[in-house]
Nanobody, 125 residues
Framework: QVQLAESRGGLVQAGGSLSLSCAASGRTFSVYTMGWFRQAPGKERSFVAAINRSGGSTYYADSVKDRFTVSRDNAKNTVDLQMNSLKPEDTAVYYC??????????????????WGQGTQVTVSS
């Protein structure tokens, strides 16, 4: 298994940028596809971005495409989410997640077995 821990989020003004990092420990990091999800108050957890095992393929929700960038460093066991041009609607608790399964669709939270504790990102207008 793997343990995941997100870096601290924060408060940022609309139009600003914030970077999140997720550190993994335990089993070999490179066997996992990594995902980022978020959950706003009163809403279901939703997909943000994912990156495959090698880092060669990335996937984004339409709402964050061209604003967010997911990357990973398998030597450091980390996955990062660079968030630019932030909007108030990006306010949520952000979670990193890991799956060792092979799927056609990595946007579904039920495919991810391991989760971090979440970190709050607040974007003010």
């Amino acid at each position: 298994q793997v343990q995941l821990a997100e870096s601290r989020g924060g408060l940022v003004q609309a139009g600003g940028s914030l970077s999140l990092s997720c550190a993994a420990s335990g089993r070999t990091f490179s066997v996992y596809t990594m995902g980022w999800f978020r959950q706003a108050p009163g809403k279901e957890r939703s997909f943000v971005a994912a990156i495959n095992r090698s880092g060669g393929s990335t996937y984004y929700a339409d709402s964050v495409k061209d604003r967010f960038t997911v990357s990973r460093d398998n030597a450091k066991n980390t996955v990062d989410l660079q968030m630019n041009s932030l909007k108030p609607e990006d306010t949520a608790v952000y979670y990193c997640a890991a799956t060792s399964g092979y799927y056609n669709d990595y946007t579904k939270p039920q495919y991810y077995r391991y989760w971090g504790q979440g970190t709050q990102v607040t974007v003010s207008s």
